[in-house]
């Protein structure tokens, strides 16, 4: 089993590889097997989700499946992140969908393959969050935990959720750098900086500059938002009053790092990204429904039997 991280000095530059060679690991290869580090590290990311909401369960007695709801509110955020990023820039949307449908309908291999390059990139955090609370809300009509209904069972799902999204947002995120998606930071001197390959889908300008590793500073972050998250749901806590607490961490999370990320800077005079104007948006939301639901009732729950605490396996 090898690791691929092809350098500029494999192509023949005749540059120094001591400066070329690439921190980003794109593939596993395992024989003629290639697994992409972006999908392995996302399923990694659902599993630490699933691991950490199905423990939220047992202890707040919900007899629910958790690795069901992880795997639909993990599908819906790929596919909103994808949507949002992608819809920011029609033009370039028809495009790209011009060039996967060139092999015509009699090669559907070739669009099939096409279309798997074009969606292997270019997702956009809001989207995904978007999507995912959507999707969250219904699971929780869906599973009626604790005996609620409605919106309440839906805004106590996501409380229960609140940790698990918070690790599996930041183990996900190493995988943006490993395949080398453009999400890395701008070029630095500090001695924790990393080389991107040349084959990087965002190539660093110049190949050999030293970039901030703004996925490991979300991974950080995120960990200490889901170990604080995690230690407020084991007391009772107003109804939704936990998922306010993570949409403003999270923001401001969100919100910080982009001040050393790559991404273009669109407003208020150039010194905000359009990642950073949502983040913001998520703050504000955060902190209103903190406020609007500080009265609500706490439920107050019991463990479940050993008897029914399942792993997410064997459920």
Known sequence: MTISSLTLSEQGSGAPPDILEGDMYPFINIGSLHIGTFGLLLWLAAVCATVVLHKNFIRNGVDADALTIVAVVTLSGVFGAKAWHELQNPRELVLAWRQIMLPGWHHPLGIIFGFLRWFQAGFAWFGGLLAGVAMLIYQGH??????????????????FAAPAAAIGYGVGRIGCLTSGDGDYGINTTLPWGVHMAWNA???TNPPDALVQPTPVYELLFSLAIGWWLWKQASKPRPLGFLTGEYLVLSGIGRFLVEFVRINPKLYFGHTMSNAQLAALGTIVVGALLMFATRNNEAIVSTPLPKKVQASPAEA
């Open 201 to 203: 889908l965002v190539p």
């Open 142 to 159: 869906l599973a009626r935990p604790n005996g609620l209904r409605g919106l309440r069972a839906g805004l106590r799902l996501m409380d």
